[in-house]
């Protein structure tokens, strides 16, 4: 195993999707973890504390979730790039951390490697039913940055891109693999590290007299500056001014938690990430997403054999949702089919964006396996009579 001096190990390899994740991490230039183990997520870590010495940075093996939730955060303001992973119950664990980064507008990336629950349930199975928690889990009005990768290519090139976004927003991403996609080992390709591109964290250039830590910008992102370089700032999880000090006002308050949704909008409308296939002709949509796009891309195979005008939309980004184009679809199609392996999530944000402009028919699965191709197929096949 050989790796360029900035850590990333380049050429063909042939990875699973955990290992691919940790690859991805290192490429993006994050150099400090905290973890927990905990099936299907322990191999991401596993590989970064072997791979970290080499590169200069550190892994730490935390009590729990909790502490390791927040140990990245203190990371970050002191300069690294930082991750923890997870799954399930450690996942619940996390949700105020998860919260804290996104009051505090802390960039970092949370992996979770989704399994069957609820509690305990299926360690080593899979299921898809974290997606609303991770947007909804912690309290309060705040917005995060979800992506689900299908396969360990998407699992490295994502995970480039979730620090990315994490840095260019001031933001916690969500890396929302399943334990398929983890667990699946495939071709991975990985370039020099030269052409892999990575979004640097945007520090300020205003002298410390002149400097607000949550003043934001054109982009409604706020500069940062790392502890210990002369700059005087506050990080706190209460309602703070752009200084970063308590404010606990109605108007701040207001001001605030908008924001924090406002600066995601470019997500949402024009920049949301997603697969799509013959949708200038489709009567019907399937939205899918992870190891469950895999399986309906054999449906709508069938489907167009079947000479039913069938059209893919993978969810790529996931949160912020997409709205604005599942909008669009749906004054033009019958019907969107949302086959999940969960008893219902995303398609409620299908619905959502559709308005009853067209039928929205889910394909649900407990988890623990996945969806027959042929389930999907039929749910198609009753979208059109």
């Known amino acids: 195993m050989h790796a360029d001096p900035k850590g990333v190990l380049t050429g063909v390899h042939f990875l699973d999707g955990d290992h691919a994740c940790c690859e991805g991490t290192l490429a993006a230039g994050a150099r400090f973890s905290a973890g927990y183990p905990i099936t299907p997520s322990t191999e991401v870590v596993e590989r970064f504390a072997s791979r970290i010495p080499t590169v200069g940075g550190i892994f730490i093996q935390m009590e729990d979730e909790l502490a390791a939730s927040i140990a990245i955060q203190g990371a970050v303001w002191g300069g690294a790039k930082a991750f923890t992973v997870t799954s399930g119950p450690g996942f619940s664990l996390m949700m105020e951390h ?63 891109t979730a620090f990315n976004l994490a840095e260019e927003f001031r933001v916690p991403v969500m ?35 002149d400097f607000r830590l949550y003043e934001p910008l054109a982009d409604q992102v706020p500069d940062m500056v790392r502890a210990g370089e002369g700059y005087r700032f506050h990080v706190t999880g209460l309602t703070h001014d752009d200084r970063g000090y308590p404010s606990m006002n109605v108007e701040t308050q207001d001001r605030h938690v908008r924001r924090l ?13 997603s697969e799509t296939e013959n949708l200038e002709d489709a009567e019907v949509v399937v939205v899918s997403y992870g190891i469950t796009s895999r399986v309906a891309q054999r449906a709508l195979q069938l489907a167009r054999q079947q000479g039913i005008r069938a059209g893919k939309f993978r969810l790529i980004s996931a949160w912020p949702f997409p709205e604005a184009r599942i909008a669009e679809l749906a004054g033009r199609v019958k019907a969107f089919v949302v086959p999940e392996l969960n008893l219902g999530q995303m398609v409620h944000e299908v619905a959502r964006a559709a308005a009853g402009k067209a039928k929205v028919m889910p394909v649900t699965h407990a988890g ?14 009753e979208a059109v009579r």
Request: charged share 20%; aromatic share 4%; proline share 10%.
């Open 98 to 160: 998860l919260g804290y980064a996104a009051m505090t507008e802390t960039p970092c990336v949370f992996v979770n490697v989704q399994r069957g629950g609820p509690s305990t349930g299926l360690p080593t199975l899979p299921a898809q039913a974290d997606m609303m928690q991770a947007r909804w889990g912690s309290h309060g009005d705040y917005g995060i940055i979800a992506l689900c990768p299908n396969s360990p290519q998407e699992c490295f090139d994502l995970t480039v």
């Open 175 to 209: 890396m929302m693999l399943d334990e398929c996609v983890g667990h699946m080992t495939e071709k991975v390709v990985i370039p020099e590290a030269e052409r892999i591109q990575v979004t640097p964290r945007r520090y300020t250039k205003r002298q410390p007299a």
């Open 261 to 273: 949704q406002d600066k995601l909008k470019p997500l949402a409308n024009g920049r949301a990430l």
């Open 368 to 381: 623990g396996g996945v969806h027959p191709p042929e389930t999907i197929l039929n749910a198609i096949v």
